[in-house]
């Protein structure tokens, strides 16, 4: 797999990582959009949330979008070593497997996490800035698929 531009991320990060809360909420928006089946997943308490605006705004949800923000914020520091991941990912992946994630739902993922960094980027979002967080995201499912492994 070719390597993901590391200046290119780092930048485009940079942006991001100014109000990863804010933009996480608009990646997860943006999920639920696309994928609502996914909703479900997300219970806290037995509880189940009525609609997507429900859950985003839940404290216990909110802390769910710091943490993810958390793993991208971890993938963009070691872009030149990913595969210094691997066993951290592979456990995060093991993690959503446990909790009925199907390892499909991450090409969505990956779909909102592009869509969110074109809000947030604008102009600056070019395709080969799409270019390198999609290998970047790729790189990042892969070492997560591991958690599927032997199903």
């Not at 942006?15 to 909420?25: F, I």
């Not at 943006?30 to 997300?42: I, K, S, V």
């Not at 604008?122 to 390198?132: C, I, K, L, S, Y």
Request: glycine residues 6%.
């Amino acid at each position: 797999m070719e390597r993901p531009e590391p200046e290119l991320i780092r930048q485009s990060w940079r942006e991001v990582s100014r109000s990863p809360l804010e933009h996480g909420t608009v990646l997860f928006a943006r999920l639920f959009d696309l994928e609502p089946d996914l909703l479900p997943l997300f219970q806290y308490n037995c509880r189940q949330f009525s609609s997507p605006k429900d859950c985003l705004s839940s404290p216990e949800f909110l802390d769910h979008i710091r943490k993810v923000m958390l793993v991208i914020d971890t993938a963009v520091t070691n872009v030149e070593d990913l595969s210094s991941l691997e066993e951290y990912l592979a456990g995060l992946g093991k993690k959503h497997r446990a909790v009925g994630v199907k390892l499909s739902s991450f090409s969505t993922v990956g779909e909102s996490l592009l869509y969110m960094l074109e809000k947030c980027l604008g102009p600056a979002f070019t395709p080969a800035v799409r270019a390198a967080w999609s290998q970047l995201y790729a790189a990042v499912v892969q070492a997560m698929s591991r958690g599927w492994d032997g199903e």
